[in-house]
């Protein structure tokens, strides 16, 4: 085979982290009394930072949206501790996988690099990425393809040789949108009519993700 990549969304796909965050999210909504907070929140899976909050300001207004980003975080700590996110079954495995066979991997998530960095070497999987292309690098967030197109770029990868391993839609979206190979491992969303049409394929895990490589 020539040069192939692989790019690997974080939340929800390496990591545990879409519930708790999204709890955590539900639960200082409904602290701060905003109507709809389980509905509206689950739009922000696969954002950024500054998407979310163009999200909810267009839901509430000109609401204290930093008050709940405080919130959020407050329960998160309450939740994971100093352990950080849990590993998704699967995630050691199928990086040991890729990388003896030759592929080159890439982070491409919409979170920010510290935390990124933080959270992948909680679960030992640092050590199978050298390139990083996150939330807070002045990238447009998914579903816009600017963070995978800046993966290939960095891995020297054509678009169309790079599969992008996600969970979320907005992230198959992105992945679609940069012309590459879109696997899908639901976490919190299932994928309609719209995303199954975007599919390159669609698996249960990490673990049955293996066989395409």
Known sequence: MGSQGIIFDMDGLMIDSERIINDAVVRAGREMGLA?????????IGTSNAKTREIYTSVYGDFDFD??????HKYIDEMIGDNGFPPKEGITEIL???TAKGYKTAVGSSTR???VKEFLGKIGVLKYFDIFVCGDMGLRSKPFPDIFLACSEKMGISPCDCYVLEDSPNG??????????????PDMILPDEEILSMVYSLKNSLTEAIELF
């Not at 709809?36 to 922000?44: K, P």
């Not at 198959?172 to 491992?185: D, E, F, H, S």
């Open 36 to 44: 709809d907070i389980e509905n509206v929140s689950l739009r922000t």
């Open 67 to 72: 008050r709940l980003m405080d919130l959020k």
């Open 96 to 98: 040991e996988y890729v």
């Open 113 to 115: 690099e510290w935390a």
């Open 172 to 185: 198959i979206r992105a992945a679609y949108a940069a012309g590459m190979k879109p696997v899908m491992i």
